[in-house]
């Protein structure tokens, strides 16, 4: 329900059944995370940032997920919302007189200010089990706070309710091909004795949110851990203005208590951070780094980039991670590759050479793509990656062939991570804390960039390959989508060529001095 406007609002209560105002259970979790984002959720909703593509994917992934869960409960009933919340909350009584239907899926119940649609009801002989389904591979604790609030609003709305669950996906579910088996792919946890401690909790957390919700303007709520976590907010940007580049949320790894200190104190700038102030090593490098405006290289860059054995391979690989395997052999959540980039060195001073793989049809990529990478890859010369990712990568592939472990473990022995060398060895004022390629790249090589690129990260590369495989497009989208994706892997391996020039160029000019 979106109020508008400063007064005239309508203040309601927990109290009682005499509740004017209503909030979905969404909105409900919202205001567990933060009661400011409650509030511009119900009367401010047009400071949200719009959802971009990933989220959506990951909206609909749940959506997929939870019509697997489904199948848990056969002949199970919809309730169908489209006529409107009387029209579901009358036809939900309806299902729940009936003793012929044995499930209800989306059930639609109203009691004391929360609406909120039940993902699966499952009648029992003692009553009702309350089935609330995640995507994720755990159960935390917001999800605890989603069945608390369910609880009490059907117990209120007259239910029996014997167990309240969560079915959460099951990591270890290996899918064996053709359909997926949703008593494998789920595990069910019940959790009503947490559900039950937790009610009077929700009471106090209830009045307070509606509380909120009847005042004119929001509550003033420091930024802090909340706006992250367990989400990150959509109103994460209007409460987190952009900070100047000295600000002491850039230090890297910095914990949320040890910022908290510092603000205690006064202090917002890296430059005003006392001197004897506690911290790590890397942190007091790059407060230095920020202080002086200076880049810096330590002198034992020298020898760890001396290991470097010609010729040299800059590799990059781009997956998706789809909690619905695709292939057999696959668990929820395991990597598909589907692409890779080989930038090839032969001699220092050499232009790289490129090499790359594409899957583009709907088929399983990945004994073509470890069979073509191994090819690409010969037998001799460092592998120079940026993280662990692909030495992980590599791992899964030689567990779902065999035959190419022995190959993926010689890769293995050759890989050279660049990114814990650039964490020890290097560190730029333009880092702002951050060590991933997207940050370290245009600050040593700012001739290069990934602004403008149709596909800019590994997320957008994910998305743009799920639309490249789905066959529904014409021909010339197919090639637009599938260069953007060439170019976007290819720019990742040319960017690690690019910076370990930079760094040799540091080590040649360090032997020179």
């Known amino acids: 329900m979106r109020l508008r406007g400063k007064s005239g609002r309508r203040a309601g209560h927990c109290g009682g059944d005499a509740v004017s105002m209503k909030i979905s259970k969404s909105k409900f979790c919202a205001g567990v995370q933060c009661l400011k984002r409650l509030y511009l959720l119900v009367h401010e909703p047009e400071l949200a940032a719009k959802l971009d593509a990933a989220s959506e994917a990951i909206m609909a992934q749940g959506l997929e997920v939870g019509l697997l869960a489904r199948q848990l409960f056969p002949n199970g009933i ?7 919340l009387d029209e579901a ?36 002989r003692d009553g009702w089990s309350l089935v609330e389904v995640k995507s994720a591979t755990a159960v935390k604790e917001e999800h605890v706070d989603d069945v608390g609030i369910q609880y009490r609003v059907l117990r209120r709305s007259g239910l029996e309710i014997a167990s309240a669950c ?3 996906v099951n990591r270890n579910y290996i899918y064996p091909g053709g359909e997926i088996d949703p008593r494998g792919f789920f595990r069910i946890r019940n959790v009503t004795r947490r559900v039950q401690r937790l009610q009077s909790k929700l009471t106090f957390q209830l009045r307070s949110e509606f509380r909120v919700l009847a005042q004119p303007t929001p509550p003033n709520i420091r930024i802090g851990r909340h706006c992250t976590d367990p989400i990150t907010c959509e109103f994460f940007d209007h409460c987190n203005p952009p900070r100047p580049h000295d600000h002491i949320g850039f230090l890297p790894r910095l914990h949320a208590s040890t910022m908290e200190e510092l603000e205690e104190l006064g202090v917002e700038s890296i430059r005003d951070i006392p001197a004897d102030f506690d911290l790590t090593e890397i942190q007091r490098r790059a407060a230095a780094c920020v202080k002086s ?14 290991r470097l054995a010609y010729p040299l391979y800059f590799v990059d690989f781009e997956t998706v991670n789809r909690a619905i395997p695709r ?6 959540y395991d990597h ?27 088929s399983d990529p990945r004994r073509e793509f470890i069979s073509s990478l191994c090819a690409a890859l010969r037998e001799s010369g460092s592998i120079v990656a940026y993280s662990s990712f692909e030495s ?17 473990k010689a890769v293995q022995d050759r890989l050279f991570d660049l990114l814990p060398i650039i964490r020890q060895h290097v560190y730029h004022p333009e880092f702002a804390g951050s060590y991933s390629l997207k940050s370290v790249l245009p600050a040593l090589v700012p001739q290069m960039s990934y602004a403008g690129m149709q596909v800019a990260d590994g997320q957008d590369a994910g998305l743009a390959w799920e639309s490249l495989v789905r066959g529904n497009l014409d021909a010339g989208e197919r090639d637009r989508i599938a260069k953007a994706l060439l170019d976007y892997c290819g720019q990742d391996t ?20």
């Open 78 to 84: 919809e309730v169908d919302g489209s006529r409107g």
């Open 89 to 124: 909350i009358r036809a939900t009584r309806e299902l729940v007189a009936n003793r012929e239907v044995p499930a209800i899926f989306e059930g639609t119940f109203e009691h004391g200010g929360v609406l909120l649609r039940v993902d699966i009801l499952h009648r029992r």
């Open 166 to 168: 969560l079915a959460h």
């Open 293 to 306: 405006g200076n880049p810096w290289y330590s002198p034992e860059v020298r020898d760890v980039l001396g």
């Open 327 to 332: 292939f057999a052999g696959m668990r929820p």
């Open 336 to 362: 598909l590759p589907f692409q890779w980039s080989v930038h090839v060195q032969r001699q220092a001073g050499a232009e790289p050479e490129h090499h790359e793989f594409l899957d583009a049809d709907a």
């Open 392 to 408: 992980q990568r590599l791992s899964e592939l030689g567990s779902w062939f065999p035959e190419f472990a022995d190959r993926i």
């Open 494 to 513: 040319l960017a690690l060529a690019r910076l370990l020039q930079k760094l040799d160029g540091y080590r040649e000019d360090s032997r020179n001095a």
